[in-house]
């Protein structure tokens, strides 16, 4: 476990993590999220805009989640195709 002292939003936190170039992507894209939600200068974040940066980090998480599940739909649809091809070519050398 690593720990690393970070800038998000204008303000440095002390973060711990298995690895140290996931924390510092994950960091960049946080400050990166709330810049571009909040502005690029860092102001105070009340519960408002704290629910709105989880709101949108929550919409965010399930498109990934979405596409992940209609690539792996797209995914078994090849496989069956490939699985009938195999059958196929089994039953043609059977002959």
Avoid: C, W
């Avoid at 940066?53 to 739909?73: G, I, M, S, T, V």
């Amino acid at each position: 476990m690593i720990e690393k002292e970070l800038e998000i939003y204008g303000k440095k936190y002390r973060l711990r993590a298995e690895d140290e170039q996931t924390l510092i992507k994950v960091a960049r894209h946080l400050d990166s999220k709330m810049r571009r939600l909040f502005g690029d200068q860092p102001q105070p974040l009340d519960t408002s805009k704290l629910f709105s940066l989880a709101l949108n980090l929550a919409e965010e998480l399930y498109h990934l989640q979405e596409e992940k599940e209609k690539e792996k739909k797209e995914v078994e649809k090849e496989l069956e195709k490939i699985s009938a091809q195999l059958s196929e070519l089994e039953t043609l050398l059977k002959i």
